[in-house]
Nanobody, 124 residues
């Protein structure tokens, strides 16, 4: 059974950092593009970042460029999202999702498997 489990969320002060992890089981991560998404209270889910199968290609939504870094270690079947200089507007439930394809694009509608999410709260 394909499964993604996020971890690493929590409460952090503005300007702080968190590293989210997305652990995959039941499949080999190499065949999948992985994306991080988030949904803030009262808002629609949005794409945050996406990483290609090899990890060489990444993309980010404008609001997190220069602050967030996505990476993956296929040997560990894990994808990470390093979040620095966090702002109150980054508060959301963060989800990772997998798409069985080759490339570096991960539109929400194309993702095959989703995790249950981890809550990130940025507040003083």
């Amino acid at each position: 059974q394909l499964q993604l489990v996020e971890s690493g969320g929590g409460l952090v002060q503005p300007g702080g950092s968190l590293r989210l992890s997305c652990a995959a089981s039941g499949f080999t991560l190499d065949y999948y593009i992985i994306g991080w998404f988030r949904q803030a209270p009262g808002k629609e889910r949005e794409g945050v970042s996406c990483i290609s199968n090899s990890g060489y290609n990444t993309n980010y939504t404008d609001s997190v460029k220069g602050r967030f870094t996505i990476s993956r270690v296929n040997a560990k079947n894990t994808v990470y999202l390093q979040m620095n200089s966090l702002k109150a507007e980054d508060t959301a439930v963060y989800y990772c999702a997998a798409r069985k394809a080759y490339g570096s694009r991960c539109p929400s509608s194309a993702m095959d498997t989703w995790g249950k999410g981890t809550l990130v709260t940025v507040s003083s």
